[in-house]
């Protein structure tokens, strides 16, 4: 059983006339919904509205096989996020979450529903940025923690949504001092660690507690440090359509290979394992990269290793 943690929302995505998409989204929901494509026993532990939005998120999530049983239920409007592509299909984002759905999780309500066991949690995103559920997910992954499970972090930082950064830096470094392995991007980097080298800057964070770093960046590939080494692997050739969810999907076949291949966080030292995972993971995140918008196939056929 995997634990999927963070903001469910509705992104607005532009299509080729102008005209805006309406298309289920926010990473950890993202990342939920490919491991259940994946085959993977997961739940999501987030708000959702009682809205026509929220109903059509809870539809996503029961077609792509993710237990509702975690759900926690707000009055709040669903959480919106316009996003904007440029000409390499990245995607920038206005968030309209302002006394809306993402952020109404308590501590309390993310505690009752938590499993007994679970094998990992996965955690991240505008749930790490927002009042109440930040603290909320600081608890669950105390709790994680506690009862022996991997926890994975994806911080996805957006600045633009933080009324002041050192009380995020603050909840950054405690969670990062209890994370197994920490997933981010060169664009996480450029914010919290402005003008140093990606890699020398995933060094460094590699140093506060992660046994893993996966650095994504884009049509580059990926780099994992990790058990001793640090490596780079190459993202496979495809056609791009847009890059709105690749990150989840990274995360999510990340997790995928390693919880199938019998793994735990006691493996992560690892090197070959540590490699063959991470290759799994370009792969599935170039599949996220020929569809349109952060939602997985019907049917995936994923490589193999």
């Not at 493996?267 to 918008?293: H, S």
């Amino acid at each position: 059983m995997i634990v999927v943690a963070g903001e469910a929302l509705i992104d607005l995505i532009p299509n080729a006339s102008g005209e805006l998409v309406v298309s289920v989204g926010g990473g950890p929901l993202n990342t939920a919904r490919w491991l259940g494509r994946l085959g993977q026993s997961v739940g999501f532990l987030g708000a959702v509205a009682g809205d026509l939005l929220g109903e059509r998120i809870r539809d996503s999530l029961t077609e792509t096989g993710v237990s509702l049983d975690l759900l926690i239920e707000t009055d709040r409007a669903t959480t919106l996020a316009v996003a904007q592509l440029d000409l390499a299909g990245a995607a920038r984002y206005s968030f309209y979450a302002d006394h809306t759905s993402v952020a109404d999780v308590t501590a309390a309500e993310a505690v009752a529903v938590l499993p007994d066991r679970f094998d990992a949690l996965h955690v991240g995103g505008l749930g790490l940025m927002l009042e109440p559920v930040a603290g909320a997910l600081e608890q669950v992954i105390d709790l994680a923690r506690r009862r022996g499970a991997l926890v994975m972090l994806d911080p996805n930082v957006r600045p633009s949504l933080l009324a002041e950064d050192e009380p995020y830096r603050a909840r950054f470094d405690r969670v990062l001092a209890q994370t197994d392995v920490l997933k981010l991007s060169v664009e996480d980097l450029d914010w919290l660690a402005p003008g140093v080298e990606p890699l020398v800057a995933a060094g460094q964070l590699a140093q506060r507690g992660p046994a893993a770093v996966l650095l994504t960046a884009g049509a580059a590939g990926a780099a994992l440090l990790g058990a001793g080494i640090v490596t780079s692997i190459p993202a496979p050739a495809v056609e791009l359509i847009d890059t709105i969810g690749a990150g989840d999907a990274f995360s999510a076949g990340f997790l995928h290979h390693w919880l199938k291949s019998g793994r735990n966080a006691s493996q992560l030292a690892n090197a070959e394992a540590l490699i063959e995972a991470t290759c799994f993971a370009v792969a599935v995140a170039g599949i996220a990269c020929t569809l349109r918008g952060a939602t997985p196939p019907r049917v995936l056929e994923t490589p193999v290793f």
